[in-house]
């Protein structure tokens, strides 16, 4: 058989499936087969003198197990018995039998073709099973109650989950996604069991008004920072802490890459007279409330800007006055 086909087509792809650090396998001289019992068998279907039994050897012997224990019919490299019963048994139905030895076998026989595939797909299969019960285990339930770890709900806040096949594709996504961190492997039914999981998650927690719409009616401002300039948009949160969220438009649609709101100075930085008496930091000549904007992660990958806490304006110890920083610029 051609290995190297085997080795190019299958047992890379089995190495990488298994996980097994091993550099990829090409150009390897390598004959792959097992020691085959050498005892006889025989055949009473077409009375063939040769037929040799399809058990692999014992690793100390040339026998198979049950082999090693009784070999009525003798070795398949040897001339039959003359009084045995098969030496009989064939003389009767095949008076030429003796004629049609081939005694030139060899304990080790390289598999064929179909050999190794049925071979290196048990040899899957007892790995994924193994694999499957490691890994599976103790994780599956976990993520089922724990699918926000796992699922950003912001990310499909602008998924419009009446378009089918957005949704559908959508669900994949996670579960592909979920699959392959967590890597685990699933039966056909946890599979669908997962995409259910994840539908109803996404039902749960999706925002049914489409952005487009909320963000015609959204505030707009502009963050500067090095020579980036990225229109924000500000939408109003229930979320007292977070009162805006902020989006950002790309390619993908509208995309939250963090919050905006209300300055309120943990550090002690601002002198009391600047703030109100919920503690927020005012406009020195609009009294009104100093804005500060978050970038999450995702906003800082999207955007080249680091993520981090941004203000219209900072508080300066030495003049005793604020000072413009230049990040955000209201439209
Ligand atoms: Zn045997």
Redesign the pocket.
């Given at each position: 058989m051609n290995i190297n086909y085997y080795f190019n087509e299958n047992i890379n792809d089995f190495i990488n499936h298994i996980k097994l650090d091993i550099p990829s396998i090409n150009n390897y001289n390598i004959i792959i087969g097992s020691n085959r019992?050498m005892?006889r068998?025989r055949d009473y279907k077409t009375y063939n003198v040769n037929k040799r039994?399809r058990?692999m050897a014992l690793s100390d012997s040339n026998?198979?197990k049950?082999?090693n224990n009784r070999c009525p019919n003798g070795l398949i490299n040897e001339n039959l018995d003359e009084n045995s019963a098969l030496y009989k048994t064939y003389k009767k139905k095949n008076s030429n039998f003796i004629n049609e030895y081939d005694l030139n076998v060899k304990l080790f026989c390289p598999y064929t073709e179909e050999d190794f595939i049925i071979h290196m797909r048990n040899i899957q299969k007892h790995i994924s099973k193994t694999n499957h019960i490691m890994q599976n285990s103790c994780d599956i339930e976990d993520i089922y109650n724990n699918l926000s770890d796992y699922i950003d709900i912001n990310s499909f806040t602008n998924i419009n989950t009446d378009d089918p096949t957005l949704l559908h594709n959508t669900i994949n996504f996670y579960k592909k996604d979920i699959v392959a961190k967590m890597k685990l492997h699933l039966t056909i039914a946890e599979t669908e069991e997962l995409y259910d999981k994840i539908h109803d998650f996404i039902i749960n927690n999706s925002n049914k008004k489409s952005i487009n719409e909320l963000i015609a009616n959204a505030d707009i401002i502009t963050l500067r920072e090095l020579n980036h300039e990225v229109d924000l948009y500000l939408l109003n949160n229930d979320d007292k802490h977070n009162p805006y969220s902020v989006y950002m438009n790309s390619k993908s649609g509208y995309l939250l890459i963090g919050y905006a709101r209300n300055w309120i100075d943990h550090n002690g930085d601002v002198p009391d007279d600047h703030k109100n008496h919920e503690g927020l930091v005012l406009d020195a000549d609009t009294q009104l409330p100093i804005l500060e904007v978050e970038i999450n992660e995702t906003g800082s990958l999207l955007t080249g800007i680091q993520k981090g806490i941004y203000r219209e304006w900072e508080y300066d110890d030495e003049v005793e006055q604020f000072r413009k920083t230049s990040y955000i610029e209201r439209m």
């Amino acid at each position: 058989m051609n290995i190297n086909y085997y080795f190019n087509e299958n047992i890379n792809d089995f190495i990488n499936h298994i996980k097994l650090d091993i550099p990829s396998i090409n150009n390897y001289n390598i004959i792959i087969g097992s020691n085959r019992c050498m005892g006889r068998v025989r055949d009473y279907k077409t009375y063939n003198v040769n037929k040799r039994c399809r058990f692999m050897a014992l690793s100390d012997s040339n026998l198979c197990k049950k082999c090693n224990n009784r070999c009525p019919n003798g070795l398949i490299n040897e001339n039959l018995d003359e009084n045995s019963a098969l030496y009989k048994t064939y003389k009767k139905k095949n008076s030429n039998f003796i004629n049609e030895y081939d005694l030139n076998v060899k304990l080790f026989c390289p598999y064929t073709e179909e050999d190794f595939i049925i071979h290196m797909r048990n040899i899957q299969k007892h790995i994924s099973k193994t694999n499957h019960i490691m890994q599976n285990s103790c994780d599956i339930e976990d993520i089922y109650n724990n699918l926000s770890d796992y699922i950003d709900i912001n990310s499909f806040t602008n998924i419009n989950t009446d378009d089918p096949t957005l949704l559908h594709n959508t669900i994949n996504f996670y579960k592909k996604d979920i699959v392959a961190k967590m890597k685990l492997h699933l039966t056909i039914a946890e599979t669908e069991e997962l995409y259910d999981k994840i539908h109803d998650f996404i039902i749960n927690n999706s925002n049914k008004k489409s952005i487009n719409e909320l963000i015609a009616n959204a505030d707009i401002i502009t963050l500067r920072e090095l020579n980036h300039e990225v229109d924000l948009y500000l939408l109003n949160n229930d979320d007292k802490h977070n009162p805006y969220s902020v989006y950002m438009n790309s390619k993908s649609g509208y995309l939250l890459i963090g919050y905006a709101r209300n300055w309120i100075d943990h550090n002690g930085d601002v002198p009391d007279d600047h703030k109100n008496h919920e503690g927020l930091v005012l406009d020195a000549d609009t009294q009104l409330p100093i804005l500060e904007v978050e970038i999450n992660e995702t906003g800082s990958l999207l955007t080249g800007i680091q993520k981090g806490i941004y203000r219209e304006w900072e508080y300066d110890d030495e003049v005793e006055q604020f000072r413009k920083t230049s990040y955000i610029e209201r439209m």
